[in-house]
């Protein structure tokens, strides 16, 4: 799971670093915010998951 994040963060800074074109006129830097909220939910995610793991183990 940490490879894919750290792989979608570098994947991002790749597309923010372009430059401006005819589709993207004011360039790609929304790119960088949209894989932080991503990778959060993920780790969210995973938080939550872990959470209701831990509740229904047996003692």
Not at 36 to 50: H, N, Y
Request: aromatic share 6%.
């Amino acid at each position: 799971m940490s490879l894919v994040l750290a792989s979608l963060s570098l994947f991002a800074l790749q597309q923010a670093r372009k430059p401006a074109d005819d589709h993207y006129p004011f360039g790609r830097l929304t790119v960088e915010p949209l894989a932080v909220l991503l990778k959060g939910v993920v780790i969210a995610m995973v938080c939550v998951v872990s959470l209701v793991s831990a509740l229904w183990s047996p003692a």
